[in-house]
């Protein structure tokens, strides 16, 4: 018989509950590491320039922040956009980034797919991202060192935006 020291009312005699040594521990664990991998949504806008003639379009998106490496990313979008369509991305959290995106896949969701949103976004991109200037490469290593504190459970060897 396994004993954890658990009891029932009645009687003044204590019974003892039937499972293994340090089963509460493990439960402990893996509800810890389940909220270290909490997903953390965020509204975010892109503004997008699909063929160097067209006029830019701005759209509202939706990215979750643990699928954000220093390459780049996948974000849900409202329409379809052509490989190759070069833009801005802004993240407003943890704190306000903008990166120059290149898109580089394009996937259609299946209907109904729920992307906690009021907004429907029938498509997920990926993004490389664009480094226009000499600082960016380094403000966006500090933005994911400042998301690996915040969200430790976030795995940069996983690679969302490349090729599917």
């Given at each position: ?55 830019p ?20 979008v ?42 429907t ?31 430790p ?12």
């Amino acid at each position: 018989m396994f004993d954890s020291g658990g009891s029932s009312s009645g009687g003044g005699k204590r019974k003892k509950a039937l499972r293994p040594p340090g089963m509460g521990q493990v439960l402990i664990t893996e509800m810890r590491e389940l909220d270290a991998f909490h997903l953390k949504r965020i509204d975010a806008s892109l503004q997008v320039q699909e063929t160097p003639e067209a006029e830019p379009i701005l759209l509202a998106t939706r990215a979750i922040l643990n699928d954000i490496s220093e390459q780049g990313t996948a974000i849900y979008v409202p329409k379809a956009l052509h490989l190759g369509a070069t833009g801005k991305l802004v993240l407003p959290e943890p704190r306000l980034i903008e990166l120059g995106i290149k898109v580089i896949w394009c996937q259609e969701l299946e209907q109904g797919r729920n992307v906690f949103a009021q907004q429907t976004f029938p498509f997920r991109i990926g993004v490389q991202f664009v480094f226009q200037g000499n600082g960016d490469a380094e403000q966006l290593r500090q933005y994911c060192s400042e998301l690996s504190r915040i969200y430790p459970g976030r795995d940069l060897t996983h690679a969302p935006y490349s090729a599917a």
